[in-house]
């Protein structure tokens, strides 16, 4: 494991302060689930917006948006009170590689998931809680999400499962991981929610993009050049001698920093 000089997580530290503000809110997707107080339609708009979120910013938050739109203003409304005839107008939504077919399916499984459950939490919970990371969480909700949950998935689009990534086939999670810190991380600085208590901000890890890669290289956290699972896990065990309990919350000095062009 990398040591980390003092320079560095006084940099670290200064960076975090800089960048996990309110101001950092309007241009990132975090913002579209912060147009919601009920916790269902957080966490709905939060993991859809984090699933879209590959691409440009401002492209990002316009599709969230329209899905909103879609869904009249009341994400988990629409969802629980929907009729057949409201799903045709999701038949021309597209964002990348992302079209109709997964929308309708994320529908489904939002709806059949709530009938049964209070909250999105749930699905990420193996068993056993209290492991090191995420890890286990991940892969089990790539399966339970996939067709393999206690619902009627028999209709599973297999073509949906690559918005859906997994350590089980080492990717980087990033997006996932992105909405797992959303919900989970608690502090006072009004970015991220902190609305799931079962899983602990010391078990995530870092979502790794083009932007915290490059940075995190350039300060010698991170020697892995490949950007994949055991990049994240690598990242995120540095950063652990600054932070064990919550090694995440550096995603705002490396993520902001790489996004602003610094180093």
């Known amino acids: 494991m990398s040591f980390i000089p003092e320079q560095i997580v006084e940099l670290l530290l200064q960076k975090v302060s800089q960048y996990n503000q309110p101001a950092f809110i309007d241009k990132d997707p ?6 919601f107080t009920l916790k269902q339609d957080i966490e709905i708009m939060g993991f859809w917006a984090a699933i879209l979120a590959w ?22 409304d629409f969802i629980r009170n929907h009729q057949e005839r409201d799903l ?47 890890e286990p969480h991940l892969i089990l909700f790539h399966d339970r999400f ?21 350590p ?19 502090d006072n600085a009004g970015v991220d929610f902190g609305i799931w208590t079962r899983i602990q901000p010391r078990q995530l890890v870092m979502p790794i993009d083009v932007h915290v890669g490059r940075v995190a290289r350039t300060l010698g956290l991170l020697s892995r050049e490949q950007s994949d699972w055991k990049a994240a896990l690598e990242l995120t065990d540095v950063l ?6 919550d090694p995440v919350k550096f995603d705002f000095a490396l993520f ?8």
């Open 30 to 35: 975090v913002s579209i689930p912060h147009q």
């Open 146 to 166: 996939c067709g393999g949950y206690d619902l009627d998935n028999s209709y599973f689009p297999d073509r949906t499962r690559k918005h859906i990534a997994t």
């Open 168 to 186: 089980a086939r080492n990717s980087t999670c990033k997006r996932l991981l992105m909405f797992l810190r959303w919900m989970v991380r608690q």
């Open 240 to 245: 652990r001698q600054i932070d064990a309990d």
């Open 88 to 134: 045709k107008r999701f038949l021309d939504f597209k964002h990348r590689t992302f079209n109709a077919t997964d929308a309708l399916y994320f529908l489904h499984f939002f709806r059949q998931y709530y009938q049964q459950h209070d909250s999105l939490e749930e699905a990420f919970l193996p068993d056993a809680v209290n492991t090191a990371t995420v």
């Open 256 to 263: 902001g920093a790489g996004v602003e062009g610094e180093f």
């Open 55 to 76: 691409g440009q910013r401002p492209v990002i938050l316009k599709k969230s948006q329209e899905l909103i739109s879609r869904m009249d203003g009341a994400p988990y």
